[in-house]
C-alpha cells in the first residue's frame, strides 16, 4: 500500500491557491520527499473555484487525491472548503479554514442565500476527523492588504503543526515562492502565533 499525505487547497481565483501549494511542495522537497501538484479550476476567471492538489510521498504518484482520502484540507475561502470536503473528506481528515467568504455574483445579489459560517463549521464536522475555523478578517483588514491570506494561513498551519513539516521547512518553502519579508513576514508570524493558540486552546 503506498504511504502519502494528501493535502487540498480550497478557494477561488485570486486568493493564491497555486502559490500556496507551490510553497508546501517546495517545503516538502527540501524534506527529502515527492511532492506532486495538481489543479483543478471552475470557472477560468478570477473569483472561480481552484481546487490545488499536492500530494507527499517518498515516490512518484498521480497527481489527484482520490475521492475520500484528503488528510488535510486548506480552506481560502468557507464555502469552498466545505465543497471540497463533501467530495474528498472523511473522517481521516483535517479541515483548516479561514472563516472569510468570498461572494458569488448570485450570493452578492442575494439570488442565493450564502450559508451561516457556523452552518458551515457544522456541516465540515460532520465529515472530517477535526474541523478548525481561523477568523482571519482582523488581522487582514489591520494590515491593509487580503493578498496575504495565503502566507497567514500556512503560518496558521505551521503553528498548529498539522503539516508532516517543520516551520523552518515551510518558512524556506514561501521565501523560493513569494519572499518573506514585509508583509509576507508580518503575516507569517501572526499565523504562526494564531495557530499555536488554537493548538493550546486559548485563541
Do not use: W
Amino acid at each position: 500500500m503506498v504511504e502519502s499525505y494528501n493535502i487540498l487547497i480550497a478557494g477561488v481565483g485570486g486568493q493564491g491557491n497555486i502559490v500556496c501549494g507551490r510553497s508546501i511542495a517546495l517545503a516538502a522537497f527540501r524534506n527529502g520527499k515527492r511532492p506532486v501538484l495538481g489543479d483543478t479550476f471552475g470557472a477560468s476567471r478570477r473569483g472561480g473555484s481552484v481546487l490545488t492538489h499536492l500530494r507527499i510521498s517518498d515516490i512518484d504518484l498521480g497527481p489527484l487525491i482520490p475521492r475520500g482520502n484528503a488528510d488535510l484540507i486548506i480552506g481560502m475561502e468557507p464555502l469552498e472548503c466545505l465543497r471540497a470536503a463533501v467530495q474528498y473528506g472523511s473522517k481521516r481528515t483535517q479541515a483548516v479554514f479561514s472563516m472569510e467568504p468570498i461572494h458569488s455574483p448570485a450570493t452578492s445579489s442575494k439570488e442565493h442565500t450564502y450559508p451561516e459560517i457556523e452552518t458551515i463549521a457544522t456541516s465540515l464536522e460532520d465529515i472530517c476527523g477535526e474541523v478548525y475555523a481561523i477568523d482571519t478578517t482582523p488581522f487582514l483588514d489591520q494590515i491593509g492588504t487580503h493578498r496575504v491570506l495565503n502566507v497567514y494561513m500556512l503560518g496558521a498551519l505551521a503553528g498548529l503543526d498539522r503539516l508532516p513539516l517543520s516551520v523552518e521547512d515551510i518558512q524556506h518553502g514561501i521565501m523560493q515562492i513569494v519572499g518573506l519579508t514585509g508583509p509576507n513576514r508580518v503575516a507569517f508570524d501572526a499565523g504562526l502565533k494564531m495557530g499555536r493558540n488554537l493548538s493550546r486552546g486559548t485563541a
